[in-house]
């Protein structure tokens, strides 16, 4: 199977290649495809191959593979499905855009006769473009007249005109100063058209009208909740086999602990029951601007000392030496207000051109007590060390990567240091302990906002009241998770992807059957696939070719 799945990428990639249009490489050999909306004939062709790859599959005798091939190919039908699921609504979408884009098809022909270099009749170009154009002139009047455009359909329409602004200009620049008589007739014309697509795309996003059942606030951010049964698809795509009120009922499960945890700290630190006095001190623990890199250093040696002193996992001596660090942008901050990683770790502190009180929400949201926690989750063993094992090693799964694998091995490694005593002091505690209730939180707002029960406000509150953020950086966390781009999983994906993980450590390294170090090499080297595919490997689960999620990894009311 994994020679299917890398012809299978390679197939896509060659249409992706061959029905994009070109940004023409002045200065080397290699041709840079311009990444824009499929046109129709290009998304036919997807869908054939995805179709003819599902029937090489059923023909396959799955019965005879290993219990890797048998992965593989679940995990390859997955994806297919889910390409073509899109594909659809893809398809869906821009049939409701083309009646306002009655031209597309004269631009589309000509950038089908340029992909054989087919000669062309400069004139008959010219009066082609000019007869584009004038319906481009019709379309924009009358979009111009619509009250307004379902916001999903207007972004559709703007992106089919920059993608046909792009392959005009592919079109274009193939033949023009080649073609005497080609570049006599078309440049006028085609500057028009394209100037002409550019204010018709502008004019196409200003007509959006957000269609939305989130409730009204005043928090200015705006998202589109997705429903029950959106997110129950969305959990079964994810081999997740349980409800959005089960999740919720987990966090609050997993808060509870969090809470106890705290107050024992709190009471250790001489708080009492005001948890909140503790976290109060520990935030005002922030080290002076300009120091926060060498803070990063520190404490990400402290992890990994640990790590390697208890011999948890191999760490290659070249992941170590090639980690990378950078400082995060304020525009950056707006959506992210702590660090992030993977190849790098991008250092969340403030810079000259922020507000006093902007400046201060930061440093004190980036505490040493707060980033002890989560440096590793940045850089080793979490996505750092994802990044390098996950490319050198079935390098071909990295398609079939889920934020539940991705954020929950990264996730998994707080969860498992906090268990074996790497918080040894109270304010250690603390620090780790709003992570893990962050976690939670993150479970309950967002599954709370996608079923229409909270608003951005509501979410926000939460997270101040109920985790300890500062408020701005509650802000940035809440417009991250439903303005970001984030998928409305992902962060459910964090803790639930760990709990995963933890429940597998518990069937195969608490057993006695893996120790550590065999458990995390193993789960490294089989890359970023779902947790319960990683399960089925490791204990070679019996599995069909019709493979549904099943795996019952969490315990209610054992804590």
């Known amino acids: 199977m994994a020679g299917t799945i890398i012809k299978y990428g390679q197939d896509m990639n060659a249409i992706r290649d061959f029905y994009s249009p070109y940004n023409i490489n002045d200065s080397g050999e290699d041709q840079w495809r311009q990444d824009v909306l499929n046109n129709p004939e290009q998304r036919k062709r997807f869908t054939e191959i995805d179709r003819d790859y599902l029937k090489q599959m059923d023909a396959a005798d799955f019965n005879a593979m290993s219990i890797y091939g048998k992965v593989d190919y679940i995990l390859l039908k997955k994806r297919i499905n889910a390409d073509l699921k899109d594909l659809g609504k893809e398809d869906e979408l821009y049939n409701q855009a083309a009646k306002y884009i009655s031209f597309a098809d004269d631009i589309y022909s000509l950038e089908k006769m340029r992909r054989r270099g087919q000669f062309l009749d400069g004139e008959k170009v010219a009066a082609q473009l000019n007869n584009a154009l004038q319906k481009l002139k019709a379309d924009s009047t009358n979009y111009s007249k619509l009250p307004s455009v379902d916001m999903t359909v207007a972004k559709t329409t703007q992106a089919a005109l920059q993608g046909l602004k792009g392959r005009l200009k592919s079109f274009f620049g193939f033949y023009n100063n080649f073609e005497p008589a080609f570049t006599w007739w078309v440049p006028q014309p085609y500057k028009q058209l394209d100037e002409a697509l550019d204010k018709y795309g502008k004019l196409a996003l200003s007509k959006g009208k957000l269609n939305t059942t989130q409730k009204s606030d005043n928090s200015g951010i705006k998202g589109v909740p997705i429903g029950r049964q959106e997110l129950m698809n969305q959990l079964q795509a994810e081999l997740i086999p349980y409800t959005p009120e089960e999740l919720i009922k987990l966090a609050n499960q997993e808060f509870a602990w969090c809470d106890k945890e705290m107050l024992k700290a709190s009471q250790e630190m001489g708080f009492g029951k005001d948890w909140k006095k503790a976290l109060e001190k520990v935030k005002n623990s922030y080290v002076p601007v300009g120091h926060q890199p060498e803070l990063i ?23 170590e030496e090639t980690w990378g660090m950078v400082m995060m942008s304020p525009q950056r901050q707006l ?209 069909s070719k019709d493979f549904t999620t099943s795996w019952k990894f969490y315990h209610f009311d054992k804590r």
């Open 297 to 319: 250093v520190k404490l990400y040696n402290d992890a990994i000392d640990f790590i390697k002193q208890r011999d948890l996992i191999t760490i290659p001596p070249l992941a």
């Open 335 to 543: 959506v992210n207000p702590f660090f992030t990683g993977g190849k790098e770790i991008s250092i969340s502190y403030p810079t000259n051109t922020m507000q006093y009180q902007d400046r201060l929400m930061s440093m004190r949201g980036n505490n040493p007590y707060f980033s002890r926690g989560t440096v590793q989750h940045e850089l080793i063993p979490g996505h750092n060390l994802q990044y390098f094992m996950n490319s050198r090693y079935k390098a071909y799964r990295q398609d079939f990567g889920t934020p539940f694998s991705i954020e929950g091995w990264a996730l998994y490694w707080e969860l498992l240091l906090y268990d074996k005593g790497f918080a040894k002091s109270p304010e250690e505690r603390v620090g780790m302990l709003f992570w893990r209730m962050h976690r939670c939180a993150r479970i309950i707002f967002s599954l709370n906002y996608h079923l229409g029960n909270w608003s951005p406000q509501q979410c926000i509150d939460f997270l101040v009241d109920r985790v300890g953020h500062e408020k701005a950086n509650a802000e940035g966390e809440v417009r991250r998770s439903f303005e970001g781009g984030y998928s409305p999983l992902y962060q459910v994906a964090y803790l639930v992807g760990g709990l995963q993980l933890l429940e597998l450590k518990r069937e195969l390294v608490d057993s006695g059957k893996m120790t550590y170090k065999q458990f995390h090499d193993a789960a490294m080297k089989e890359n970023l696939i779902p947790i319960e595919m990683l399960r089925a490997t490791l204990t070679n689960q019996p599995l």
